[in-house]
């Protein structure tokens, strides 16, 4: 079985930084793409970034660019997510993704780590 597990939510003030990590365990015969979403009650989960396997290429949502930043360590089976000037509306828990397609949605992603809780406070 493949297992992804979250770390790094926290409480941050609006401004502030914080970084995630998601550790990849289990079963790993296959290249993944890996990536961020998030969800915040009563909505439906949402994209936040992505990096493929390679690291070499990286995606991010319109809300997040320039603030976030997406990296993997694939000799540790990590994907980061690096958080900067966070605002109150990023609060939310923070899903890692893995995937065999680069561009990954919901319904591509095979594996979910269960979840992280970020709070920016104004």
């Known amino acids: 079985q493949v297992q992804l597990v979250e770390s790094g939510g926290g409480l941050v003030q609006a401004g502030g930084s914080l970084g995630l990590s998601c550790a990849l365990s289990?079963?790993?015969?296959?290249?993944?793409?890996m990536g961020w979403f998030r969800q915040t009650p009563g909505k439906e989960r949402e994209f936040v970034a992505t990096?493929?396997?390679?690291?070499?290429?990286?995606d991010y949502a319109d809300s997040v660019k320039g603030r976030f930043t997406i990296s993997r360590d694939n000799a540790k089976n990590t994907v980061y997510l690096l958080m900067n000037s966070l605002k109150p509306e990023d609060t939310a828990v923070y899903y890692c993704a893995a995937g065999t397609t680069p561009t990954l949605s919901t319904t591509r992603v095979m594996y979910w780590g269960q979840g992280t809780q970020v709070s920016v406070s104004s």
């Open positions: 289990g079963r790993t015969f296959r290249s993944y793409h």
């Open positions: 990096v493929s396997y390679s690291g070499g290429s990286t």
